[in-house]
């Protein structure tokens, strides 16, 4: 657990300078009925035993204790229900993907399991489709209608060569299409302009300050592919913009660690998966990087990132939880206090 204002948390040791405090008002109340009457505090004694005379100033001060904390705005990791409304899958096409080292092929195979995704995806997302070969197209805008995605993924087509910094800038442009995202020289030598193609630039507009990598909620981007960047802007260079907006990126590196794949024709494609650039991406953005090597393994990591998609681990400030607990303690102490001596907890 952490604290948003950990500096609050001074106010604490006045706990026990209270506790101090009310221990001498004790001994002087003692000091004040010594000389009363036997009966009289017989009778006090028998209806107050010493457990019932220091429960409720107890829970008095874990109620200030719990109030003090709340104070300090604590923050705690936990498994909450995801608040991802937009996924953008983006999808190598490149010519390696008709390697058969995965059946019947690795785009045949691909396919399947993101329509598969797609099927069963957290309730109320949205997804959209990124193709990458030479370049990168948006073929499906972000949305929640399973049969215009399904079509897209069955139009794919392969493609030469593999711009996979261009299939992140396309994703992260997908995920932000009222805005002007300012993707600098280091990727396209401009800014490119909303909707315009990508590579033509327009003056910058004034750029935002970075957020917290990982820390937008609202969308992912989920990457796929089976070997490395051969043509387009460098993959880390766009991760970095997608670290700045928040945005987490997921890499997925399919097929054979082999260089030389079997295509099922009369030759092979030499290939090879850059699994540390991948690492990289995932890295930076605060995404997570995984490797299949079946069509069964691709299955099983959609599988995992939608449930991650669903239920999701996150830093998430409880100073409600605490707040809450301060008023049913304090709440107890005050009911036990009346009910057994009619008073309050702080003057027992």
């Not at 829970?59 to 709340?70: N, R, S, Y």
């Not at 996924?87 to 019947?104: C, E, G």
């Not at 957290?122 to 997804?127: G, K, L, M, Q, V």
């Not at 660690?257 to 998966?273: C, F, N, Y």
Request: glycine share 8%; proline share 7%.
């Amino acid at each position: 657990m952490s604290f948003l204002w950990p500096q609050l948390l001074w106010l604490l040791l006045a706990l026990p300078a209270g506790g101090l405090a009310w221990a001498w008002l004790m001994r002087r109340r003692k000091a004040a009925v010594r000389y009363a009457s036997l009966a009289l505090m017989r009778e006090a004694l028998g209806r107050r035993p010493g457990w019932r005379r220091y429960l409720p100033p107890l829970l008095f001060a874990a109620a200030l204790a719990a109030a003090l904390v709340a104070l300090a705005r604590p923050t705690a990791t936990l498994t909450l229900p995801s608040q991802q409304q937009t996924i953008v899958l983006a999808i190598d096409v490149s010519l390696s993907m008709r390697a058969r080292d995965v059946q019947p092929n690795r785009i045949v195979a691909a396919k399947a399991a993101a329509s598969t995704f797609v099927e069963r995806r957290p309730p109320a997302a949205r997804i959209g489709l990124v193709a990458f070969g030479g370049s990168a197209q948006l073929v499906q805008r972000p949305t929640d209608r399973v049969a215009d995605l399904l079509e897209a993924i069955e139009r794919l087509q392969l493609q030469r060569h593999t711009a996979t910094g261009s299939a992140l800038a396309v994703a992260l442009a997908a995920l932000f299409p009222d805005q002007d995202l300012d993707l600098p020289g280091v990727v396209f030598g401009g800014s490119p302009a909303r909707g315009a193609p990508l590579g033509e630039a327009r003056p910058a507009g004034p750029k935002p300050p970075p957020a917290t990598p990982g820390s937008y909620r609202s969308g992912v981007i989920v990457l796929l592919t089976d070997g490395r960047r051969t043509t387009g802007p460098d993959p880390i260079a766009v991760a970095r913009l997608a670290a700045d907006r928040g945005v987490r990126v997921f890499t997925v590196g399919f097929g054979s660690r082999d260089p030389m794949a079997d295509t099922g024709e009369r030759w092979s494609i030499q290939m090879l998966l850059d699994e540390d650039t991948l690492e990289q991406v995932a890295e930076i953005t605060r995404g997570e990087y995984f490797h299949a090597s079946t069509a069964a393994d691709l299955v099983k990591v959609y599988e995992a990132l939608s449930l991650r998609f669903v239920l999701e681990r996150g830093r998430t400030e409880v100073t409600a939880l605490f707040a809450a607990l301060a008023a049913l303690l304090l709440a107890i102490a005050g009911t036990l206090s009346i009910a057994w001596s009619g008073r309050h907890a702080a003057l027992p």
